[in-house]
């Protein structure tokens, strides 16, 4: 019983660099089940950043449609997407993306400052949601004192506050050791165990395990996984 969550049709994002036109997405079909773990796997320029950017409304199609639950992203005014990416979404970028100044709890109650909550409840949050990714003893470390899966910790924490029904991770695994990031994956996969809709884009293999669905992306479209394998140059 697969309900469609996010469904995207003929999805193109083209940019002119001197004088020369750039596909970085060039006609994407996708439909991402609700509750699904999906991971869009690409090499280096396919497309993968740029998918991301125009699901999380942080940027615009050139053409193409982007409809959620029902509503077209792509039709949206600038107060309605700041509105969806509050409500809707939580990011997870390769690196991280903290505020060194501030504390772990600090950068975690950091998006709830736009959410109009008091600071108290903030406060509480940002404590629970650090307990949920096993990090409740370092609520008061700066990211320099944290290791860099500690740091990408705090980020999911970050990207859960304002209880996001869409979790968006850009190479989530990309500047950590091995052992790190299988704990980033299986923190993503409790995430997903709670409910939660998920989607990576990654050329680490280590993610496909998780997936409940797996897209390949080459040059701004998807492919089949054995046109995916034999453009990798694998069997
Ligand atoms: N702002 C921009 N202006 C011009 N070209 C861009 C811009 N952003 C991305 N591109 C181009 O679009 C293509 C896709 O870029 P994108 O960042 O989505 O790739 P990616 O799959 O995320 O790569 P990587 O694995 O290296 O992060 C690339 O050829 C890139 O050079
Ligand atoms: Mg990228």
Redesign the pocket.
Known sequence: MEDTFIRIRGLKKH?L?GGTL?R?LDGLDLDIPRGSFSVVM??????????LYLVGGLDRPTSGQIEFNDQRLDEMDENQLAAFRRRMVGFIFQSFNLVQSMSAAENVAFPMQFAGLPGKERTLRAQAALESVHLADRALHRPGELSGGQQQRVAIARSLVNDPALILA??PTGNLDSTSGISIMQLLSELHHAGRTILV?T?DPRMVPFATQCIF?LD?VTVSESAYRAAAGLK
């Open positions: 940019y660099m750039v970085a690409g090499p280096s320029g396919s497309g993968k950043s740029t998918l850009d190479e884009v050329h992306l701004g």
